[in-house]
Every structure is written in structure tokens, then in C-alpha cells.
């Protein structure tokens, strides 16, 4: 029997439906929302305005670039949090609407349970490069920093999270002060390339266990650039790439510090990447890294499954439905950052 999952994300600022088959994708289609950059960061209201001019036209090309009916689905999956609550009421409101029309069973997914499940995406029936539980998953984006330690499909345990700010928010906190424009990581990631990663150095945080805290490493960049800019007005423009390489690089130590030491005490050699973050190319290095000098496997997702979208909501969903997990429609969404 063909299960087929129609899964939807709409948690933050990128509307996105998706459709997989029996754990293979058939379609992705996002639409990200430009009316925030003028902002320097999502605006919420904004962001749920435009989910509900997005979300009928996207989760019909995504129906259609797969080739399928909403009478073919078995079952609708979606974004129930941690999010904006806004961006997740439509979401949430639209798939229980569908399932109530056509009759579908309703599957609520985690969106930090969805970014791992990115891992767990086949692109054809014999695809079988996934990682193997357990494993640690280092998911990181403009939200969440934390270190997952995934025992099955759907039981993970957060072992480690930020106490304060998200890897992705550093990126974009230090853009933003720059004058480099939203989202920062991008615009970093790029200049980084040529820059002097030992030119300056920032502040990294000393905290017992395998949490995280960026706020730190912000409040020196900003204070560098605070007694710099005194002798010299064009500081910012001038090193514009060694700041971005320095602050990059630092960033990339604090991660991979803490998910080497917990992969060490676990003894866990099996590690995988998530988050819009893991689209930056020298944390895509680190983990290169982590294969070629320590010979432990390493998954680092393509790019089209890094940031926000719904392939990895409907696979979730794939794998919550052959467990035979469902929901009704008295599913709320929810903003608080929880992986169950
Ligand atoms: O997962 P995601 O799309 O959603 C949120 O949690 O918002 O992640 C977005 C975050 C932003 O902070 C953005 O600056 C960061 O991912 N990001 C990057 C790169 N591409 C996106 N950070 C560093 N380098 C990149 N290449």
C-alpha cells in the first residue's frame, strides 16, 4: 500500500508543502518572505499575513509537481511547534481544514523532531544513506543550537541547548551591526571566505555540560567594533571580511567543541547536521573534518532541506503515520522550544 503524506511548515517565516511516498520526496515548494528584510528580522505579524496569501497557492504546486490528488493522500502532517504562534495557526488551521473536508488523518509534528527527520529523506526507492541510531544530530538555525541525541525516528533527547542566543541569531545579531543586511549567516558565510579567520579574536563561553551561549561572543564583537570604530570611522568597511571570517570561525569552535566532547562521553561516532545554519560552508568543513581526521560518519543535508521546509515535516509525518501516531483537531499549536 502507497502511504502518501502531505506536510506542511509555516513556523517561522518560509510557507512550505511538501509530498513523499512511501519516505520518498515527490515534491518541495517554499515560499520565503522577502517583506522582512527591510526589517533586519521577521516581523510576526507580517510573517502570518503572508502565510495566508501563500499557503493555498504553494501547497497546490506541490500536490501538483507530485502528481497527486488530495483524495491519493493518506494523511496530512504539519508544524505544530515551537514557532511564531501566528505562522503556526495557519498552518495548523489549514491542514485540520483539509482533513476535515477530505477526510484525512492528521499527524502533528515537532519542527525540531522535522529538522532531524531531513536525514531520514529518500530521493529514490534504494537510497539507504541515512545515519544509524543512535546518533547525535547538531541542529542549528536562526532558533535553536542544541545537540539531539536521536535513539529512533521519533525518540530523541536534547542533551545540550543555548542558554541564551541561537547560532543562526549571533550570525544575524553581528550582520545586522555591520550594516551587512538580513539574514546575516549568508552574507558572513560569503565574506568569510576572504578573510584572515585569525585576524580578530571574540570571546568563546566556558559553561559546564554541553549547552551553548553566544551572547558573549556578540557583546565582544560589538565591543570591537565599539573601540575601533573611535580610531578609525571606516573600521567596518575596511575589515569587513576578517570580521566576518574571525566571528565565523568562532562560532564554528563553540559548535563543534561541545558536540565533540558529547560524542566522545557517549561514545556516539555517527553525527548529522540540521538547521539553516548547516548550509554555512566552513561548519559543512568541520564536519568533513570529523570523517577525514577521525573517521566518524558524518551527515550533512543538501541545501534544499537545511533551512525551513516541509519534505522534512512530511517525513516525520511518514514515519509518526507507520507508527500509527495521529492527532485531532483540537491540535494547538504551540511556541515554546520542546523536542517532544
Ligand atoms: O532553519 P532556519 O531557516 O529557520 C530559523 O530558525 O529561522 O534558519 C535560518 C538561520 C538564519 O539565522 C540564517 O542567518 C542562518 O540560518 N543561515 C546561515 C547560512 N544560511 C542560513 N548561517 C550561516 N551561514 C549560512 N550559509
Known amino acids: 500500500m502507497n502511504i502518501t503524506i502531505l506536510g506542511i511548515e509555516s513556523s517561522c517565516d518560509d510557507t512550505s508543502a511538501a509530498v513523499i511516498r512511501d519516505g520518498i520526496i515527490l515534491s518541495n515548494v517554499t515560499a520565503s518572505q522577502a517583506v522582512h528584510e527591510q526589517y533586519g528580522g521577521v516581523v510576526p505579524e507580517l510573517a502570518s499575513r503572508a502565510h495566508q496569501q501563500n499557503i493555498i497557492p504553494v501547497v497546490d504546486k506541490a500536490l501538483k509537481d507530485a502528481g497527486v490528488?488530495?483524495?491519493?493522500?493518506?494523511?496530512?502532517?504539519?508544524?505544530?511547534?515551537?514557532?511564531?504562534?501566528?505562522?503556526?495557526?495557519?498552518?495548523?488551521?489549514?491542514?485540520?481544514?483539509?482533513?476535515?473536508?477530505?477526510?484525512?488523518?492528521?499527524?502533528?509534528?515537532?519542527?525540531?523532531?522535522?529538522?532531524?527527520?531531513?536525514?531520514?529523506?529518500?530521493?529514490?526507492?534504494?537510497?539507504?544513506?541515512?545515519?544509524?541510531?543512535?546518533?547525535?544530530?547538531?541542529?542549528?538555525?536562526?532558533?535553536?543550537?542544541?545537540?539531539?541525541?536521536?535513539?529512533?525516528?521519533?525518540?530523541?533527547?536534547?542533551?545540550?541547548?543555548?542558554?541564551?542566543?541561537?547560532?543562526?541569531?549571533?550570525?544575524?545579531?553581528c550582520a545586522k551591526v555591520m550594516g551587512l543586511g538580513y539574514p546575516g549567516g549568508p552574507l558572513i558565510d560569503r565574506l568569510a571566505k576572504s578573510g584572515n579567520p585569525?585576524?580578530?579574536?571574540?570571546?568563546?563561553?566556558?559553561?559546564?555540560?554541553?549547552?551553548?551561549?553566544?551572547?558573549?561572543?556578540?557583546?565582544?564583537?560589538?565591543?570591537?567594533?565599539?573601540?575601533?570604530?573611535?580610531?578609525?570611522?571606516?573600521?567596518?568597511e575596511d575589515n569587513k571580511e576578517d570580521l566576518c571570517a574571525s566571528l565565523q570561525k568562532t562560532v564554528i569552535d563553540i559548535l563543534m567543541q561541545k558536540l565533540i566532547k558529547a560524542a566522545k562521553d557517549l561514545k556516539i561516532t555517527e553525527i548529522a547536521l540540521a538547521g539553516g545554519v548547516s548550509a554555512n560552508s566552513g561548519l559543512r568543513s568541520a564536519f568533513e573534518e570529523l570523517h577525514t581526521r577521525r573517521g566518524w560518519r558524518v551527515f550533512v543535508p543538501p541545501f534544499a532541506f537545511t533551512t525551513d521546509n516541509a519534505a522534512m515535516i512530511a517525513c516525520a509525518g511518514y514515519h509518526k503515520y507507520l507508527k500509527g501516531i495521529f492527532c485531532d483537531q483540537t491540535a494547538a499549536p504551540f511556541s515554546k522550544t520542546t523536542i517532544k
Do not use: W
Open 198 to 236: 585569525d585576524a580578530f579574536r571574540f570571546a568563546k563561553p566556558s559553561i559546564q555540560g554541553y549547552d551553548y551561549s553566544f551572547s558573549g561572543l556578540k557583546t565582544s564583537f560589538l565591543y570591537t567594533l565599539r573601540d575601533n570604530l573611535k580610531l578609525n570611522p571606516d573600521f567596518v
Open 69 to 173: 490528488a488530495p483524495e491519493d493522500l493518506s494523511a496530512v502532517a504539519f508544524t505544530r511547534g515551537p514557532g511564531l504562534m501566528g505562522s503556526l495557526l495557519v498552518g495548523v488551521s489549514f491542514a485540520k481544514g483539509l482533513a476535515l473536508a477530505r477526510n484525512l488523518k492528521l499527524v502533528e509534528v515537532n519542527h525540531l523532531q522535522g529538522h532531524v527527520s531531513a536525514h531520514f529523506i529518500k530521493r529514490s526507492a534504494d537510497d539507504d544513506n541515512q545515519p544509524r541510531f543512535p546518533f547525535l544530530c547538531l541542529l542549528v538555525s536562526g532558533g535553536n543550537s542544541q545537540i539531539l541525541l536521536v535513539k529512533d525516528y521519533m525518540d530523541m533527547e536534547m542533551i545540550g541547548q543555548t542558554i541564551d542566543d541561537a547560532a543562526g541569531e549571533a550570525f544575524d545579531k
